[in-house]
Structure formats: C-alpha cells, structure tokens
C-alpha cells in the first residue's frame, strides 16, 4: 500500500487540552479517513472527508483535507479520559481504492 | 445488527499448528477485508475479496489462505502458524470496494493471535 505517515506517534494530554495530529503522503489522494481505535476494539471511523480544503466536525473532533492532498489534520477540543485509544488515518489507493494506513498515534488522557 | 463479528477473540498456537479465524457480517455488505496489526506498523491487508466468489491477495498474504464462503462469511486459515504471525486481526466489510470513493469500511472486534 502507499505510505501515509502519521505523527506524532503517541502523546500524553491533560484533560482539558486541545491536541493536534497529522497525516501525510508522498502521493495525492482524494479521500481521507480518520478512525480510532478503542483498546481491545476495532477501527470505527470517525470522519471522511472528500474534497481538498474541506473542513469537517463531529462533536469536538474536527479534521480537515489539505488543500495539496498530500495531508490531514485531526484536532480533539477539550479532551476527555475517553479521547484514549489509537487514532488512525486512513486513505484509499486511488487506482484500486484499497485502503492503506498510517501507522497511529496513541493518545493517554492525563486526569 | 450486529456489524462484523469474529471468533474466537483469543487464541494460543504453537508453532505448526494451523487455525481458521471466522468472520460474518450481517450488513450485506459484497466486499470483505482481513488485516492484521502489529505495533508501530498499523494495519496491513492480508487478503480480501470484493465480492461473491472471488478472493484477492493483498499487501501481506504469505502464509495464510482464504475462503468466502457466501456473502455474509471469509475466513482466513493459517496451515503452518509461525511466531512471525503472532498478531491483532481484523475483519472488514464494506458495501462494494471500487464502487465509489465514499464505500466505507467497517471492522470487527479483532482476533488476537499469539504462536509461540
């Protein structure tokens, strides 16, 4: 699959904080997804974004397609001790729409 | 509606020894996803298939073989496990894969697999 590199790789946040994340790639694509990953759970997707320069929110969680759609960004307003997990971007391969992943970012809520 | 479901949650293997990891979902969804994660690499494709009938190999499909049985079951069996197998895996269904840039995936709980 192609490469997507997620950083930063894990980060301790107080509850409260707003924290940022992001996603790149070598090559364009035209959709970005954003899941996260519960311990011991599986992926549920929690934004899809479509069109390059689009914004997009669900709740406190507010992610956007760069306008070169090489990246995204993920921003959690106010975190809370259920925030924890694994965030994963997500893109389908263009050609065959195959999803490739980025590696993670882990998040610990500090209380 | 239970989404995708897997079983078993847990299994211990030794090495050699070979195992079918099960997988449904009751969306009626065509396409059918098995990914397996590993620290630090996120999740990578096994095999999948688009639809009924046909089964596809994906970026990691060495050492594991697939069945869809019907529409709603794929199963990944590995006939020989390896330690390099040790691993979390996922099922994924979505509703048709190359149909259209929004086709969502949607996982099961995951499998959590140790060869020793």
């Known amino acids: 699959g192609q490469q997507l590199n997620q950083s930063p790789q894990s980060m301790f946040i107080q509850e409260g904080e707003d924290v940022s994340m992001n996603c790149t790639s070598s090559?364009?694509?035209?959709?970005w997804l954003w899941y996260k990953q519960d311990p011991g759970e599986g992926p549920v997707l929690l934004i899809a974004?479509?069109?390059?320069?689009e914004l997009t929110s669900n709740g406190r969680l507010t992610a956007q397609f760069g306008i070169t759609r090489k990246d995204s960004f993920l921003n959690i307003s106010a975190s809370i001790p259920s925030d924890v997990g694994i965030y994963f971007c997500?893109?389908?391969?263009?050609?065959?729409?195959?999803?490739?992943f980025g590696a993670g970012t882990t998040v610990t809520v500090r209380a | 509606n239970a989404g995708v479901t897997q079983t078993p949650k847990f299994q211990v293997l030794k090495t050699g020894q070979s195992m079918t990891l099960q997988c449904a979902q009751d969306m009626n969804h065509n396409s059918m996803y098995w990914y397996r994660q590993d620290p630090g690499m996120g999740l990578r494709l096994i095999y999948y298939s688009a639809s009924e009938g046909t089964t596809d190999k994906g970026e990691v499909p060495n050492g594991y073989n697939v069945s869809r049985l019907n529409k709603r079951e794929f199963s990944l069996r590995l006939e020989s496990a390896a330690p390099s197998q040790t691993s979390v895996y996922f099922c994924a269904s979505s509703e048709a894969l190359g149909q259209a840039s929004t086709d969502t995936q949607y996982f099961g709980p995951g499998t959590r697999l140790t060869v020793l």
């Open positions: 974004l479509y069109k390059a320069g």
């Open positions: 090559s364009i694509f035209n959709t």
């Open positions: 997500a893109g389908p391969n263009p050609n065959d729409y195959k999803l490739s």
